[in-house]
């Protein structure tokens, strides 16, 4: 069964830190890339960052230098460290892994960042 869980979000200050955690379980993780995504309230799902299976990296515009996106494939883990946090990070955070003809979503993980 296919599983991508999300954990690490909360409630966290502005200038703050966060590291979200997904973890894969049975994927094909180490052959897939992985991707975060994130959606505020009223607003589309947006592209955040995303690491290749050889563990190249891409991030959206407006997190570069804040955001790092990171994987352990002997966890099947991907990670993205969020720092220092903004009031516009609030939003719930999604993994997502694709591979050649197949794709797959975790739940989310909500992030709140107070000001």
């Known amino acids: 069964q296919v599983q991508l869980v999300e954990s690490g979000g909360g409630l966290a200050q502005a200038g703050g830190s966060l590291r979200l955690s997904c973890a894969a379980s049975g994927t094909t993780f180490s052959d897939d890339a992985v991707a975060w995504f994130r959606q505020s309230p009223g607003k589309q799902r947006e592209f955040v960052a995303v690491i290749s299976a050889l563990g190249y990296t891409n991030y959206a515009d407006s997190v570069k230098g804040r955001f790092t996106i990171t994987r352990d494939n002997h966890k099947n883990t991907a990670y993205l460290q969020i720092d220092s946090l903004k009031p516009e990070d609030t939003a719930v955070y999604f993994c997502?892994?694709?591979?050649?003809?197949?794709?797959?979503w975790g739940q989310g993980t909500q992030v709140t960042v107070s000001s």
């Open positions: 997502n892994e694709r591979g050649f003809k197949r794709e797959y």
